[in-house]
């Protein structure tokens, strides 16, 4: 999966529970409806009230089209009223390449 979506959210203690269930459910509601997609979100260890929303799928189109989907103004109206969003990034992993160290001439 080369193509995806990242959101950055925080939220305060007292919504903690209630965002983690939010994002838990979509998850899985959104699992069992998109085959060609890997969803999930992670817990920032030195935020605990900090929260990563990831999605990758293998067309950027359907990145583009996630983006404009009820399934995400839901994701983001959730954030809206349990947390502070405080970044949405399309991530193109097209060019692995660039991840790799570089190799040293001998």
Request: proline content about 3%; aromatic content about 8%.
């Amino acid at each position: 999966m080369s193509f995806g979506i990242e959101v950055t959210v925080r939220t305060r203690q007292t919504h903690r529970r209630e965002l983690l269930q939010t994002l838990e459910d979509l998850r899985d509601r959104f699992a069992a409806g998109e085959a060609d997609c890997v969803c999930d979100f992670f817990e920032d260890l030195s935020e605990p009230n900090r929260f990563m929303w990831t999605e990758w799928w293998t067309r950027p189109e359907k990145v583009d089209q996630a983006m404009e989907s009820r399934r995400f103004r839901t994701l983001l109206g959730a954030i809206k009223v349990l947390g502070t969003l405080e970044s949405v990034r399309r991530l193109d992993r097209s060019d692995q390449s660039a991840d790799q160290p570089e190799s040293e001439s001998n």
